[in-house]
């Protein structure tokens, strides 16, 4: 069992690029999460599904869109990068939003010259 | 506003207890989490608290105070691979959880 796996591990992006992070669990929650991880501050969350086909906007959603079509798969897009998106990104998942534990991927390094 | 507070950085010897700290203030309170983050790796699930009191957990244990918005983390018995982050996190009234910078462990030997 994979639990959750994310793609690319790290990658270095051009500024004003276009980039989807991808998302993929198989331990079928309901809910998923992405945050993003930068020195000195906790983890901020961007945007959450709580269920498929549905999708919020978290604390940071600025510059990031997301989909849910399905249970398993909840990709993170920027559409236009840059520097200050620079940061390690993680998915996360839950079978419930009220009342379960988050589970975390490994985490995308990401850096936006 | 929201706000989870944690040292940033605490020293403890091999074998020792330590107690980490956290304080929180949310819109609402549904749970508080511990997580343990290895350097370069992603956050592991630790603890979990939604009533007063302590859980133990092995040598790990979590205490919450809801009345004082005050939680801690006691590592017993301490193993230098305990050295890591620990990440405190406060669910809030929209179940989504607000997430404190971390304390760095560093364990000397």
């Known amino acids: 069992i994979a639990g959750i796996t994310q793609a690319p591990t790290s990658q270095i992006l051009a500024a004003g690029r276009r980039m989807t992070l991808r998302c993929t669990q198989d331990?079928?929650?309901?809910?998923m999460y992405w945050y993003r991880q930068d020195l000195g501050l906790g983890l901020r969350l961007i945007h959450y599904?709580?269920?498929?086909?549905?999708?919020g906007k978290g604390e940071v959603p600025d510059g990031y869109s997301v989909s849910r079509a399905n249970t398993d798969d909840f990709p993170l897009t920027l559409a236009s990068a840059v520097p200050s998106q620079t940061s390690v990104y993680f998915c996360?998942?839950?079978?419930?939003?009220?009342?379960?534990?988050?589970?975390f991927g490994p985490g995308t390094r990401l850096t936006v010259l | 506003g929201q706000n989870i507070d944690q040292p940033t950085e605490m020293t403890a010897t091999e074998g020792a207890i330590v107690q980490i700290n956290c304080t929180y203030q949310?819109?609402?309170?549904?749970?508080l989490f511990w997580y343990q983050q290895h350097a370069g790796e992603a956050p592991t699930f630790l603890s979990y608290?939604?009533l007063d009191g302590l859980e133990e957990k092995g040598r790990f244990s979590s205490f919450l105070s809801r009345s004082k918005g005050y939680s801690y983390l006691l590592l017993k018995e301490l193993q230098m691979k305990d050295s890591a982050s620990y990440l405190c996190?406060?669910?809030?009234?929209?179940?989504?959880?607000?997430w404190g910078a971390g304390t760095k462990l560093i364990i000397k030997p």
């Open positions: 996360a998942s839950s079978d419930s939003a009220e009342t379960d534990t988050q589970y």
């Open positions: 331990m079928r929650h309901n809910a």
């Open positions: 599904s709580n269920t498929a086909g549905t999708t």
């Open positions: 949310t819109s609402g309170f549904n749970g």
């Open positions: 608290n939604v």
């Open positions: 996190a406060a669910r809030d009234s929209n179940y989504q959880l607000i």
